[in-house]
C-alpha cells in the first residue's frame, strides 16, 4: 500500500518541475525509484492525478485569456495587426498528440516507464533544447496572438516526442516553437495553455481504464498527492513561468545531463 509521505513528496516533485522544461514525469519517476515505490497501476493513475493538481495552477494564471478563448472575456490583443489566439489553434495544437497518445498509451505504460528510458529520455531532451537555443534565425512570431495555425501544429507534432518519459512534454514543445520561428516566450505560453486539456483528457482516460485497479483506500493517497502538487505548483508558477519565458534553454539541458548521469551513477553502485 502508498503511504501519504510518498504522496507528499511526489507531489512536491510534480509542482516544482511541472513548469520547467525537465520532464516532471521523469522526475517522479525517478523520485518513485529513490523511495522504492512500487509501480503498480495505482501509482501510474496517480502520477496523472496529481499533474492535474499542478495544472490547476495554469488554470489560475491563464484564467483571463482562458475565457477570452471562449469569447466570455474580452481581452486586447498583443498583436500589432489585432490578431488573437483563439480555440482553433489550441485544438490544431494537441490533436497529434491525442490521436498518437490513445493509440499507444498502452505502449507507453508497459514498456516505457522506467528510469533507463527517463535517463535516455533526459539525455535527448537536452540535446533537442540546446538545438532549439542554437537556432540563428529571428523568431517570425514574437507574441502568443501572432502564432499561426501552421506553427500551432508543429509544435503539436514536436509534442509527440514527450510521449517518452524523460523528453518533457514543455521543453519539446518551447523547443518545436522555436524551431518554428516562435519566440521562446510565446512558445512557452502556447505550451501551458495547450497543456491544460492535454492533461485533462489524458487524465481522464487513464482514469476510466484503470479505475477499476483503485480502491476508497488510496483515496488519502490521491487527494494528499493532488493537493500538495498544487500548492507547490501555485507557489512557484509565476517565477517559473518567467524563468522559461527568458531563461536560455541550454541551462535546462546542462541540468538534465547532470541529473542522468548522477542517478546512473547511482543505479551502477547501487
Known amino acids: 500500500m502508498h503511504t501519504i509521505f510518498e504522496a507528499i513528496i511526489i507531489g512536491i516533485v510534480e509542482g516544482l518541475t511541472e513548469f520547467l522544461p525537465v520532464s516532471s514525469t521523469g522526475h517522479m519517476i525517478l523520485a518513485q525509484s529513490l523511495l522504492n515505490t512500487e509501480n503498480d497501476q495505482v501509482m501510474k493513475t496517480f502520477d496523472f492525478v496529481i499533474q492535474l493538481g499542478a495544472i490547476m495552477a495554469v488554470v489560475i494564471i491563464y484564467w483571463k485569456r482562458i475565457l477570452s478563448l471562449f469569447g466570455l472575456v474580452k481581452r486586447k490583443s498583443e498583436s500589432r495587426t489585432g490578431k488573437k489566439l483563439n480555440l482553433l489553434h489550441i485544438l490544431i495544437g494537441i490533436l497529434p498528440a491525442g490521436v498518437i497518445g490513445l493509440k499507444f498509451s498502452h505502449v507507453v505504460d508497459e514498456k516505457l516507464f522506467n528510469t533507463t528510458t527517463v535517463l535516455v529520455g533526459l539525455v535527448l531532451g537536452g540535446i533537442l533544447l540546446i538545438i532549439a537555443e542554437k537556432r540563428k534565425a529571428q523568431p517570425s512570431t514574437m507574441v502568443l496572438d501572432d502564432l499561426t495555425y501552421r506553427q500551432a501544429f508543429f509544435i503539436g507534432l514536436w509534442q509527440l516526442v514527450s510521449i517518452w518519459p524523460g523528453f518533457s512534454r514543455s521543453g519539446s514543445t518551447i523547443a518545436g516553437g522555436m524551431l518554428s520561428g516562435v519566440s521562446r516566450a510565446a512558445s512557452a505560453d502556447f505550451t501551458f495553455i495547450m497543456a491544460i486539456p492535454i492533461m485533462f483528457g489524458a487524465s481522464g482516460v487513464?482514469?476510466?481504464?484503470?479505475?477499476?485497479?483503485?480502491?476508497?483506500?488510496?483515496?488519502?493517497?490521491f487527494a494528499v498527492g493532488f493537493i500538495v502538487a498544487f500548492i507547490v505548483a501555485l507557489l512557484a508558477v509565476v517565477s517559473f513561468i518567467k524563468l522559461v519565458q527568458n531563461m536560455k534553454l541550454t541551462y535546462f539541458a546542462y541540468y538534465r545531463f547532470a541529473v542522468a548521469i548522477v542517478f546512473a551513477l547511482y543505479m551502477f553502485l547501487k
Open 206 to 221: 487513464y482514469f476510466l481504464k484503470n479505475y477499476d485497479a483503485l480502491s476508497s483506500t488510496d483515496l488519502p493517497f
